[in-house]
């Protein structure tokens, strides 16, 4: 039996919002005004770090993790709970069991996503790294441990493909998903390895991959192994994924555990492939992605130069391009899976971040779009959170 | 004994580029810089205690490879961050 949605979500009246924007050097804050037309920009917070992610914790909405590192250093997780006046480091940041005398361990190379957790477990947090690991605390983010339910499980270096080749910056463990009805429910995503489901906590795992395509392995249609690059269940009704993947957009309505290739209706001269997916935070059948050019040898820029923003309303039957105030042409970025993002409010507005260091908006669900900054470094996320 | 200290761990030592601290092995002197200056054993050595890829350690102005190296009180230690890329 399908389960019962949760009752919408209050549309907040803040009077303003905040953009977290994590770069190659450092992270940027933004502050914006109520109609969201103005925003100042602070930072750069640890200049030369680079910020895979930086999230508000909604539940307090005072505490910020961000989660860096530097070139010669290794990685760290910084907290603030004063919306980044002060910041002090967490005192156990993610890291892999020391392993047994012979044995060769696990390092974490860098944090990569993070992730509040359920709305009831105030001061728990998920982490997922690079190599493919996940981690999860509960003081806030000062302490953190391994889920051995999945870093420790006897399929982890097969399902997460360590010591297989992986992408130029490693494989990494994003899109951890937790169902807003069930803390234990959680989804996740690996570049290498695919969507996976745990119903215990994370005690437990199975691959959730049928149907979509890994053109990169041998077999037709393998457990595991795909290329995850965004997962995401939608806010107000969390039995339907969407997935932007290296081999297309999906959609899966549980309990079914099929994906259906809902990009095939994208203009050929486009194509499906993408980081980014969001999706509306009141309504499951709307979705936005950001296509990249994943033809011949994957440039991975806007297709032809050409920038935009393609939204779904019907849950993926249809797409229409959302471009006006973007570059018309001769503009080769491209959105990295956590840089792009919605607000709660009505119309939603959309924030993306690019890898040339421009920030975009919009205030009407991507009808319209106009840069709010320029000239940052090149942008790995971009997370949005009422003040 | 005096342990030499590279900008990007400066954070951690208030701005100090030079620091006292002891221990008979490399292994001893990185945990004693730990309790002094919290976090900063971890941004140097990995989870297999292991020295990561751009930090190198000298004691003596010779390269030690790994944390059991002995250590006198009167050692010199410099500790330096590699070349990482932009």
């Known amino acids: 039996m399908p389960r019962k949605p949760p009752s919408s979500r209050k549309v907040r009246s803040a009077p303003g919002l905040l953009l977290l924007v994590g770069t190659r050097k450092g992270l940027f804050v933004m502050k914006g005004d109520a109609p969201r037309r103005g925003w100042q920009l602070s930072g750069p917070h640890f200049l030369g770090h680079i910020v895979h992610h930086a999230v508000l914790d909604p539940r307090d909405r005072r505490t910020l993790l961000v989660a860096a590192r530097a070139g010669h250093l290794g990685p760290t997780l910084f907290r603030s709970t004063d919306f980044g006046r002060t910041w002090k480091e967490a005192s156990r940041p993610p890291a892999f069991p020391k392993a047994a005398t012979g044995e060769k361990g696990l390092v974490v190379q860098h944090v990569f996503w993070l992730t509040p957790g359920h709305a009831s477990e105030p001061g728990v947090w998920y982490a997922g790294t690079s190599p493919q690991g996940l981690f999860r605390s509960a003081d806030g983010g000062d302490t953190w441990a391994g889920v051995d339910g999945f870093n420790a499980n006897p399929m982890h270096a097969t399902w997460a493909g360590i010591g297989q080749d992986g992408p130029p910056d490693g494989a990494t463990l994003h899109s951890i998903n937790i169902d807003p009805r069930d803390p234990s429910h959680l989804y996740l995503g690996m570049s290498a390895g695919g969507v996976f489901e745990s119903t215990d906590g994370g005690a437990t795992w199975r691959p959730l991959n049928k149907g979509c395509a890994a053109d990169f392995l041998p077999q037709p249609d393998p457990e595991y192994g795909h290329d995850v690059h965004c997962l995401r269940s939608a806010p107000t009704a969390p039995d339907v994924l969407y997935q932007q993947n290296h081999c297309g957009i999906y959609r899966m309505d549980r309990p079914g555990d099929r994906w259906t290739r809902i990009g095939e209706k994208m203009p050929k001269a486009v194509g499906d492939i993408g980081f980014p997916m969001v999706v509306h935070p009141r309504d499951a059948k709307t979705a936005w992605v950001f296509p990249m050019d994943g033809s011949t040898v994957w440039p991975r820029t806007s297709p032809g130069g050409k920038p935009a923003v393609y939204a779904t309303r019907n849950g993926g039957a249809t797409w229409h391009r959302l471009a006006q105030g973007l570059p018309a042409k001769d503009a080769w970025w491209t959105v990295k899976r956590q840089a792009m993002c919605a607000d709660n409010r009505d119309p939603v507005g959309l924030y993306f971040g690019t890898t040339s260091g421009e920030v975009w908006a919009s205030t009407d669900e991507g009808k319209r779009w106009r840069p709010i900054a320029e000239h940052l470094p090149h942008i790995y996320s971009v997370e949005a959170a009422p003040l | ?86």
């Open chain 2, 1 to 86: 004994m005096n342990v030499a200290v590279p900008s990007p761990l400066r954070s951690y030592t208030d701005g100090k580029a030079a620091v006292n601290a002891s221990g008979a092995t490399v292994a001893e002197l990185l945990a004693d810089l730990d309790r002094r200056y919290p976090g900063i054993r971890f941004r140097m050595i990995d989870e297999q205690d292991a020295i990561r890829q751009h930090i190198r350690i000298f004691v003596n102005r010779e390269r030690v490879h790994g944390l059991g190296a002995h250590l006198a009180p009167s050692d010199e230690v410099i500790i330096i961050t590699a070349i990482s890329g932009g």
